[in-house]
């Protein structure tokens, strides 16, 4: 079910649909039919701090990762390398390779996903998604969630392998 779907079924019971029509309008700028003034005002007012979102460049997330993002293609593809603060392995920590693809959104709003290989010390697979946003500070902000699957013994420990969570990052350097 669409967003703008839930939005007009949570509201509350004899909301006229005009005011319905004016809550989807308000929660969906982009998509409201604007005057030629109005839409104006609002490509003025949305661009005024907007950058681009590219990856290319070192992350840092709230836990201490850091990931640096090579060079971003003209496709959006990308590889790179995370360097993960944490980890529940034996084996000492070392850069791993990652490898992704992100859209190219002129509004600096676009979302990616990427897969992080552990090879070098750990056989598990991890995979990130998330969405770059820009701050009034004009700072980049990635709001990613993951899952983390690790490799069991047997099938009937399938149940237990895979972990998920989310993580900040903020421009590193
Ligand atoms: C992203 O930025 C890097 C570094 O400035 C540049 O080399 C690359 O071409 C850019 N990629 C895109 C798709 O704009």
């Not at 007009?8 to 039919?33: D, F, N, R, W, Y």
């Not at 109005?38 to 990931?67: F, Q, Y």
């Not at 090879?119 to 770059?132: I, L, N, R, W």
Request: charged share 25%; proline share 4%.
């Amino acid at each position: 079910m669409s967003r703008r779907v839930l939005s007009a079924l949570a509201l509350p019971a004899g909301v006229s649909a005009a005011a319905a029509i004016l809550c989807q309008g308000v929660e969906h700028p982009g998509e409201k039919k604007a005057s030629k003034k109005e839409e104006k005002a609002t490509v003025w007012k949305s661009r005024r701090h907007i950058k681009p979102c590219n990856l290319t460049g070192w992350w840092e997330n709230d836990l201490g990762s850091k990931m640096q993002v090579f060079e971003v293609g003209r496709d959006g593809t990308f590889s790179g390398e995370y360097h993960t603060a944490v980890s529940s392995t034996q084996k000492p920590i070392q850069p791993s390779p990652l490898t992704g693809s992100q859209h190219l959104d002129e509004d600096g709003q676009c979302t990616f996903g990427f897969t992080v290989n552990w090879k070098k010390f750990s056989d598990s697979t991890a995979v990130f998604v998330g969405q770059c946003f820009n701050g009034d500070d004009g700072k980049e902000v990635l709001h990613t969630s993951w899952l983390l699957r690790e490799k069991v013994d047997s099938e009937p420990d399938d149940w237990k392998a895979t972990r998920t969570g989310r993580n900040t990052f903020t421009r590193a350097g």
